[in-house]
């Protein structure tokens, strides 16, 4: 029996190493195809969420409202873009120059009720494109594309979060699905830190990686087991030995390490995206999707470091001082207290840089061409700046942008009152829109329903439509 053989790695050690990842992806990837049905065609191979969570101020950023009331205005004035026509505010500066690589969905709106409130149940929708409580816990889009789509790259796992270890990131779940299809998340206080390393890849107890390699009774040893695990079927029993090969792959592949290293990068390219946090996570994410990555989630922010006093917990969640010019600083404290002003730096001046560098490289690179890289943020901000001289919490109106994979860059998809507050084109999306067009950029068949573990039948993005302006 395998749990009596203690000279092979214990199965909770490919649990810590992320390896189950990669294992439920080989046993899942073949859904509609292995059966012969035929699939939507694909526009993309991978995909890239950029995911600034806290709720991004729209009339701040991609919305700009020029004629709003002065008492609630926006102090950051309109720009132009490469693109006649399209304004950003001067806040992305940068990201004005790419513009025509983007399409920026400006009527989204959460209506369901109560998740406006709450940024964990904000996060959670982000990351399944459900909205949550509902009869079942839907799992991250990234854990159904890893079981849907798998991975052409055998030595990474399908789904990764970067970094994934900020206070949102224990909302992303694989849900009803096998724990495994859960996100590798790489962890990483600061990844501008020299000294910096994913610290789960080693190989477990100091075994030597020829020793690993040459333990060809692994796999014996599991076949014999997989009655256990109730693989019964001829196909299970192929996936399962395909899992084990990957297994190794990813233990012992020297290019498993070599795609987290980011000073293989060059001096250039990581000045270009930003030498802080946040510019290097991005560039990470990048990193990864070029090495064959099926879907990557990028959630940061800038951490507590000499480089950001008074700072804390800066995401976008701006109640107070949105437009302070350093850290909040609020005596006593207060919903927004130890973030940064939206202006500064460590907030949107850190994101026009990386955001724009990464449009930039990939184009450069060509992986614009199947890549679908998503902007996106689980709310956004209220049009009337509150007593606390901040902006709350806003499910009417927010926007996102999109890149790559046939979107049509240079378009501005929607429209909101002069305030920014409410949705005023006939185009209105949701969250569950935003999932279904991931799905459908990557081809999956959403007629086809996943299965709970009493066979439940389970349809993703079921609330959804791909947006059509994006195909």
């Not at 699939?39 to 890239?48: C, D, G, T």
């Not at 990813?250 to 000073?263: D, G, I, V």
């Not at 202006?343 to 890549?371: Q, V």
């Not at 002069?418 to 185009?427: A, D, L, P, R």
Request: glycine share 12%; with cysteine; net charge neutral.
């Amino acid at each position: 029996m395998i749990g009596h053989r203690h000279d092979l790695i214990p199965r909770r050690s490919f649990l810590q190493l992320g390896m189950m990842g990669a294992a439920s992806a080989v046993l899942a990837g073949r859904s509609s195809a292995a059966e012969g049905r035929p699939r939507p065609s694909p526009k993309a191979k991978n995909v890239l969420v950029i995911f600034e969570q806290g709720g991004v101020s729209q009339m701040d950023t991609f919305d700009p409202k020029p004629d709003a009331v002065a008492e609630h205005r926006s102090p950051f004035r309109p720009i132009d873009t490469v693109v006649p026509g399209l304004r950003f505010t001067e806040l992305l500066a940068e990201t004005a120059k790419v513009a025509d690589k983007l399409a920026v969905v400006r009527c989204m709106h959460q209506p369901t009720p109560g998740i406006g409130n709450s940024h964990p149940k904000g996060s959670r929708y982000i990351f399944s494109g459900e909205a949550p409580g509902g009869p079942v816990d839907m799992p991250d889009i990234g854990s159904i594309l890893a079981l849907r789509a798998g991975s052409a790259c055998r030595y990474l796992p399908p789904y990764i979060l970067v970094p994934g270890n900020s206070e949102q990131a224990a909302e992303s779940k694989s849900g009803f699905l096998p724990s495994g299809l859960s996100a590798f998340k790489t962890g990483g206080l600061d990844l501008s830190a020299s000294d910096w390393r994913v610290s789960n890849l080693d190989l477990i107890g100091g075994i030597d990686p020829r020793r690993f390699r040459d333990r060809s009774d692994l796999l014996s040893n599991l076949d014999v087991g997989l009655n256990t695990l109730g693989a019964n079927s001829s196909r299970q029993v192929e996936a399962m030995s395909s899992f084990v090969g990957q297994a190794q792959d990813m233990l012992s592949n020297p290019l498993t390490r070599k795609a987290f290293e980011l000073t293989t990068e060059s001096e250039t390219v990581r000045d270009r995206y930003g030498r802080g946090h946040r510019g290097q996570c991005y560039l990470l994410g990048r990193k990864l999707i070029e090495s064959g990555v099926r879907i990557v989630t990028v959630d940061v922010r800038e951490p507590m470091t000499d480089r950001t006093p008074g700072g804390s917990n800066m995401n976008w969640d701006h109640h107070d001082f949105i437009y302070s010019t350093a850290s909040t600083k609020i005596k006593g404290g207060g919903p927004g207290a130890g973030r940064y002003g939206i202006g500064t730096w460590p907030m949107m001046g850190s994101t026009d840089r990386a955001f724009s560098a990464l449009i930039e490289d990939m184009d450069e690179r060509g992986m614009l061409a199947e890549t679908l890289v998503c902007f996106v943020t689980e709310f956004g901000r209220t049009p009337k700046i509150n007593e606390r001289l901040g902006r709350d919490h806003w499910t009417s109106s927010f926007s996102i942008a999109f890149a790559g994979a046939g979107v049509p860059g240079g378009r501005v998809i929607g429209e909101t009152d002069k305030e920014g507050g409410y949705i005023v084109s006939e185009m209105a999306y949701t969250i569950e829109d935003y999932a279904a067009t991931v799905y459908e950029k990557l081809g999956l068949d959403r007629s086809e329903p996943l299965r709970t573990p009493d066979n439940r039948p389970i349809f993703i993005a079921s609330k959804g439509k791909p947006i059509p302006e994006l195909s």
